[in-house]
């Protein structure tokens, strides 16, 4: 089958310039055509952040550069984005160009790195893979040649401490909202919480902590554990592996009495914090109760997924067993997950709940999956769980919408998120402010 | 400046062909004379921030033909904007009352083992899938620079597919790295269609061309009194459309810089005669324009009757938002040509204009004509423009000048540059809309707009006590221009 893609979910590799400009006071240093980072800026988030969009250097690279090598004009930016702009880490990324003609992007950033200067690089040719992957990419350049290189104690583990390797920033829309909540709730059960990136993050003073963890954490189907297990190689950190996102109450319990398990908490406060969390959650769920129940003129019964592997089963798992909402047949997971994972995907598929099952298909075309989901035609009331190409999708059938996968356009997104407590009633509101908007 | 040749499938870039530059710093009349005496140096950057690419301007015309698919040859990062343009194009959908559609966009998704072995097979099945999918009139292929990189024969496919599914497959040339101006995008846009599109005349129509972007109707009432008819291109037009543009009696341009090769194109290949004057912002530049197309459409009596009509309706509201907005001042930043009619509007109202960054400089349009050259008239009708800098979206050099400067007004036309304005407590003002300021009508659109602006200062003061400059304070003490230097010889045209 061909791999053509209609309808982009995610960007090339050089798209982690976003997971960059996540970190507080880090700034890429883009080595590619001119174009590349403003398509990726545009594509995923919305504001540029402290330096990202026009802020961002870049070579621009021009036909000299493809005949003749970009490594001095590369060295003439990396030169001047030390003076220009005001920042404590550069990240040097490489696009096609680069990467196809190639120019020793190592070599460059080792002058500088030589000199003491905080620069990093990692080979992120569009060409290469996607940002899914090139995000553990640039943790690991940061981590080898930043964090080993500047952090005072590499060795001396601080009790308690944990790193957190979520959502893939501005690929996940709401990833500032997630660490948000990922962090108030393990800070809840007694844990000190590195999530490093975003304004929940101490920013690249955070990333220097990172080898003195008790052990860390990957809330995701994937992309982030090839960090952890870096940094159980490196460092000999462990690490708990929570393989989708948690949302609401039973997945959110879980999931923190397992690491609270795997920890060095005090188990007795953990377990009251989430006695304490799951009563407020759960206070409104049976308050709406009589609402999801009653609403006579009818709500979304069905839903499908268009989503990434770690918000398909989060968010499957959430609607089936706590909103009642039920999966349709077939689910989609639009991040070219890489086939290592995929059985375990398909699996908690199967398993959605103790007594129904949903088929899983990789799919990151989305005008194929589109296609699929019209000869589907439900006939009940249906929830597209998508991304702003679902509007005429959504229209046409009558379904409701909820944009939860890049590009979400149509929504303006600043600390809003699905993960834990909060988000699973923040999910509740935003469905059913959508299905209820729909009536006059 | 090159003749337009339907025989190569690339068209030479703005560098090569007009002497285009992206580097300048001075004054207005200096940057004209320097242009008129044909010697005309570029600047470039040693430190550099992202800019646009060509694939992106290319796309954003020929994304919105109706009923075209557009395939990108590319890996998927390049798809970046596919969405971006689908939003414009269902804006324009609603503004134009026409039903909503999705744009069908295609990449080719080029991974790693395309880059060895070529992606021509990959491109055959996408544009065979994208033409069963969406069935298309026309199919157009944008290039990346990484199927540039690697030589796929993009050109050779297209045609292939032409033959097996009897629809035009048209190869638009743009990869990012061809061209420092991303401008040059539109006319290879406009080189696939007037080469592989536009059929040879039948008949003469009273069609006007419009080249736009997808802007509010400003035209029809302005022509249908002269008898004849708007026919918006390229965004929006059908591909059965674009094939009868030659038979039109005329070609305007919102913007000589979008349209300057598809303006000249259409009169040398076709004998389509183009509107060759200032564009019609300001008094003295409406005023020229209207008479040329009085000219040019056989229509002088009537159009000075419109004048007349039209700028006793304005003069006196004129004369009042003059004396509100005089002595304001004002820093620009926007493309070429409509900065250019920016400055003109602006100096009309009685605004005092500090300065200017404008993305990129044409020393001359594709039709050769002096009298088309909107900067020249600009600067002799109203004057010099001091801090005149030619500057290809460098928001660092903006936020210095504007740090220094600190005018009343900021106005930008692209996105990414405004928040350097408000960040510094200054009140900024986009319009996305170019026809907004179109004529004599347009002045005072633009005039209420400013004061609206002017009088909105409290979202920008309380940003700029709150807000952080990613720029090093060294930075901001060094004159804008410091990484500007090189003078790179440009080949006079």
Known sequence: ??????????????????????????????????????????????GEGYAGGSTIPCTNSSEAEIVFGGENKLRGVIHGAFKVIDADLFVVLTGCTSDIVGDDVGQVTREFQAAGKPVVYAETGGFKSNNYVSHDLIIKAIVEQYVDKFAADKTSVIPGLVNVFASVPYQDPYWIGNLQELKRILTGIGLTVSVLFGPESGGVEEWLSIPRAEFNIVVSAWPGLKSAQLLEAKYGTPFYHFPYLPVGGIETGRFLREVADFSSVDRAAAKAFIAEEERKFYTHIERTADFMLEFRYGLPRVFYTMLDASYAVGLAKYLLNELGILPAQTQYVVDNTPEEYRAAIVER??????????????????????????????????????????????????????PVSVPITYRLILNCGYAGYNGGLRLIEDIYDRVLGTYR | MSKVNLNTPEVPVRELRLGSITGFSGTAAGLVSCSNAGGLKDGSRSFSQCMGCSSGNAFCQLSMITDAAMVNHAPVGCAGDFFGYNFVYRVGQMERDLPPVIGRYFNTNIEEMDTVFGGARKLEATIRLAFERAKPKAIFVTTSCASGIIGDDVESVTNKMTRELGIPVVTCFCEGFKSKIWTSGFDSAYHSIVRKIVKPPEKKTNKVNIINFWGSDVFSGLLNKLGYEADYIVPFSTVAQLE????????????????????????????????????????????????????????????????????????????????????????????????????????????????????????????????????????????????????????????????????????????????????????????????????????LNYAERILETLDNKEFVTNLAKHSTMPYTKWWMEQPPYTFLGGNVHVQAY
């Open chain 1, 1 to 46: 089958m061909s791999k053509l893609i209609e309808q982009p979910r995610y960007s090339c590799a050089l798209g982690v310039q976003q997971s960059v400009i996540a970190i507080h006071r880090a700034v890429p240093v883009v080595h590619a055509g001119p174009g590349c980072s403003t398509k990726i800026h545009g594509f995923l988030g919305q």
């Open chain 1, 349 to 402: 598929f199967r398993t959605i709940s103790s007594r129904r099952s949903a088929n899983v298909e990789f799919v990151e075309d989305g005008g194929a999956i589109q296609e699929a989901i019209r000869l589907d035609k439900p006939a009940q009331r249906a929830l597209i769980l998508g991304s702003g190409w679902e509007r005429d999708l959504a229209a046409e059938l009558g379904a409701d919408l909820l």
């Open chain 2, 244 to 443: 009868r543009i030659s038979e039109a009696a005329a070609t305007i341009q919102i913007c000589p810089t979008l349209g300057t090769y598809l303006g000249a194109a259409l009169e040398q290949v076709y004998g389509v005669p183009e509107i060759k004057a200032p564009v019609a912002y300001g008094l003295a530049g409406t005023d020229a324009w209207m008479r040329e197309l009085g000219r040019v459409l056989d229509r002088e009596q009537e159009i000075e009757e419109i004048i007349a009509v039209e700028k006793a309706a304005v003069l006196p509201k004129l004369e009042e938002y003059r004396a509100r907005l005089t002595g304001t001042t004002c820093y620009i930043t926007a493309g070429s040509a409509h900065g250019h009619a920016l400055i003109a509007l602006l100096r009309e109202l009685g605004i005092d204009v500090q300065g200017a960054a404008i993305f990129h400089h044409d020393p001359v349009y594709d039709n050769g004509d002096p009298a088309a050259d909107m900067l020249d008239h600009t600067v002799k009708t109203y004057g010099d423009v001091p801090n005149y800098n030619v500057c290809n979206k460098q928001a660092y050099e903006l936020a210095n000048i504007l740090n220094r400067v600190r005018p009343d007004l900021m106005i930008a036309r692209h996105g990414g540059m405004t928040h350097w304005g408000a960040k510094l407590g200054i009140p900024t003002l986009l319009i996305g809309d170019e026809h907004f300021s179109w004529g004599y009508q347009g002045l």
